[in-house]
């Protein structure tokens, strides 16, 4: 029986890439997590509450979700706390299945308002006789992208699913394969 399979060229490399990838993708999120939170107390402030500023202190929102909800992602990875083994069983995939979730969705939101930001700009630039109306939809246009942006995600939600397979090993070392190690 012919068996084939994609063979990575990097294969000394592709592991030292891959654990310095989710290292720094690790530092780079708590980097973010932290510099969001502050951006939305700074923005937040009375003094400064501008209709961009608002869309800018969601924006904020929605990224630190992005980046909170790839931590625990990124851990795992970066210093293999769960083997081969525990990321092949039902809690797992239910992890990966809420994680695809939370970030489509979060993703989605920043999206948005990144879009309604643009089209803010434009209007106080081209259009400033239409900035005080667009102030008053300012609020309306982020929670419509907060509650948007889940429902346009259904159809991608509902194409995720988690399957069974029953899988066979055969190994020389069955200590290896009870102890849950590859």
Known sequence: INIFHCQNSLNSSSFSFHSLHFKLSLCICIFGCITNILNFIVL???ELRTHINQILAALAVS??????????????YAFMLNSRWQRLTYSYAHYIFMHAMLSQTAHTISIFLTIILALWRYVSVCHPNLKNAVMKRTLLAILTSYVLAPLISLPYFFSLGISTEDIYIYSHNMTEIRNGNS
Not at 63 to 76: G, K
Request: charged fraction near 25%.
């Open 63 to 76: 990224d630190f979700v992005v980046m909170l909800v790839y931590v625990p992602y990124a851990l795992d």
């Open 44 to 46: 937040t402030r009375k």
